[in-house]
């Protein structure tokens, strides 16, 4: 191709990857495109499941001592400079990582990063100051991180076939109204955070799986 037509391609391809990802669908809304009204539905969800915003250190350790956060599991890479502190999650989340990742791990045979998943209003304060595009700790927008229901996947090192599942996975559950996904554009990261009713879709589907493998 000469240097027109490879522009041209290029253009051509990112009209299609905005239609498909980016735009909402006319059926559900769903969209992979960060927005102010996507925050703002994210916070009202973690309200209505009761989720706090976790306030210090003491209250994140209480948190992890009773099984209120569980470790991110093994069907995921974690960023190795993400400190131990930090690499928990809420139970749903915990349960969308195990089953994202091993679907993943089984169909392309290693695992996605996370790179981010617990933080506290000080350790969001302190990112803030050094990252302007993270969001606040206050008011209708601030950060589903300080709940543990969100986490940052890793798109540095995917190959274009594995970004384009799991987008269309993110979509397809976003359309279930079990998570909201938001593919940033100032970081090469998918934003995601799940909600109270994955856990219990989640749980349906093993029941279902249970009784086909069961039935004579």
Not at 81 to 100: H, M, N, S
Not at 121 to 127: C, F, T
């Amino acid at each position: 191709f000469n240097r027109k037509e490879v522009v041209m391609r290029r253009h051509l391809n990112l009209i299609l990857f905005s239609a498909l990802f980016l735009l909402p669908s006319a059926a559900s809304g769903a969209s992979l495109l960060g927005t102010t009204a996507a925050l703002v539905y994210q916070n009202k969800r973690a309200d209505e499941a009761g989720w706090i915003r976790i306030p210090n250190d003491k209250k994140l350790q209480e948190m992890k001592d009773c099984s209120e956060l569980l470790p991110i599991p093994g069907t995921v890479r974690v960023n190795p400079e993400l400190d131990q502190k930090w690499r928990w999650v809420l139970p749903v989340t915990a349960y969308f990582l195990g089953d994202i990742g091993l679907e993943f791990r089984e169909r392309f045979g290693w695992e996605f990063q996370v790179n981010s998943g617990v933080r506290t209003i000080p350790r969001q304060i302190e990112i803030s100051r050094r990252n302007l595009n993270a969001v606040p700790v206050k008011g209708p927008r601030r950060s589903l991180h300080l709940t543990g229901s969100t986490v940052d996947i890793a798109k540095i090192g995917l190959k274009p076939e594995e970004l384009m599942w799991l987008r269309l996975k993110f979509l397809q559950l976003e359309e279930m109204g079990l998570i909201d996904a938001t593919e940033e554009r100032h970081q090469a990261v998918f934003h995601v955070t799940v909600f109270p009713e994955y856990e219990g879709e989640t749980l349906r589907a093993v029941r279902q799986n249970s009784v086909q493998t069961t039935e004579p």
